[in-house]
């Protein structure tokens, strides 16, 4: 077996690490929801620090779609970022060119640097190599420790190893080894409960969850989207026009391997947050949580499985009480210790977190589509061109 190149393989003394980090973290009006992918990346850091490497970090976050916005800069995570490392972070507001050179021809072991969104550049999401070796110009070494951006071929990730020598974080590595160890030959009956509002990559890695699952259980945007191909009336809700086709595919896919796919029967609804059954739902509804009928019978699956996996909250959990549904399905999860419970992705974090009944969670994920992606193939794109 090819093997990746770890920390420890590497001698970082005085050397400059190229550390591509998972920063994007779940933010509302400035505030930080949730720190777990910085805490995550922590490890790594403190490594290269401890062995006199000066850690060089690059991130995206949010998707500004080849612009400079400053609502997507990274020096709103720099703060929080520098009080857990325990240390300044230089902050450098572009990621390549002039000012990146400046900087790095004077840094010492004993400093880290913050680069600029990478998102801020096209270049960054097309794969350019040309933008992967302006990136890595100025380092020595390159460390991917961003488990959940690794099912992205992007610069950073993908073309950047063709330019620098690679190897992989400790974040990443956890990630493996938790992965591997309880969803390699998992436990059966697998349930998996698939919800949150970034729809367009989920739907594609469902359609492979439903070879492997009893139950496939949806909520949020995703549930939406399927009850739209189903011709429901969801009125205002949030869906996904482009994948009603893919949502038909799917559910003629689980059939074919007897896999159930749990729609909601009952929902919360906007208006005075009533508790309605699916078919009276009208044109000015807003669906904004999973109703009493459809929790009780998800609760009765999940009693009945061995596996579970969760990957995006089934309602809109940053608001009250439209968290009700999504609690209600983590502390019943965290209730039942011999189930093997596997969460993933930046707002099914924080959700888990918020409500603060995650003990018995076997791992949670940094990734959430990355975390699907691995379901797959149990391997990452971002993982693969680190094997050479
Ligand atoms: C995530 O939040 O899942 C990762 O940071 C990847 O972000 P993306 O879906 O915008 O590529
Ligand atoms: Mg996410």
Known sequence: MVKIKKISDFNLHSKKVLVRLDLNVPINNNKILDNTRIKASLPTLKEIIKKKGIP???????????????????????????????????????????????????????????????RFHKEEVKNSS??????????????????????????????????????????????????????????????????????????????????????????????NTFLKSKNFDIGKSIYEKKKIKIAIKIQK??????????????????EKNKNLDISCINKNHRILDLGKKTLDMISNIISNSKTVIWSGPIGYFEKKPYDKGTNKLANLINSKKKII?????????????????????????????????WLEKFTLPGIEVLKK
């Open 56 to 118: 060089v970090i690059i991130s995206h976050f949010g998707r500004p779609n080849g612009k400079v916005n400053k609502k997507f800069s990274l020096k709103k995570i720099l703060k929080k970022l520098s009080k857990f490392l325990g240390k300044k972070i230089i902050f450098c507001n572009q990621c390549i060119g002039l000012e990146v050179k400046r900087i790095l021809s004077n840094v010492k072991p004993g400093q880290v640097v913050l680069l600029e969104n990478l």
């Open 341 to 373: 419970s596997i969460a993933g992705g930046g707002d099914t974090i924080a959700a888990l977190k918020k409500n603060k009944k995650i003990k018995n969670f076997s791992f949670l994920s940094t990734g959430g589509g990355a975390f699907l992606y």
């Open 130 to 223: 040309k933008f992967a070796k302006d990136l890595s110009k100025y380092c020595d070494i390159y460390i991917n420790d961003a488990f959940s951006v690794s099912h992205r071929k992007h610069s950073s990730i993908n073309k950047i190893t063709k330019f620098i020598p690679s190897g992989m974080g400790k974040n990443m590595e956890n990630e493996i080894h938790n992965l591997n160890k309880y969803l390699k030959k998992p436990k059966k009956p697998i349930i998996a409960i698939v919800g949150g509002s970034k729809m367009d990559s989920k739907i594609n890695l469902i359609n492979n969850l439903v070879t492997k699952c009893k139950y496939l259980i949806l909520g949020g945007g995703v549930a």
């Open 253 to 270: 896919k689980a059939k074919k391997n007897k896999c159930i796919v749990v729609l909601p029967l009952d929902v919360v609804v906007s």
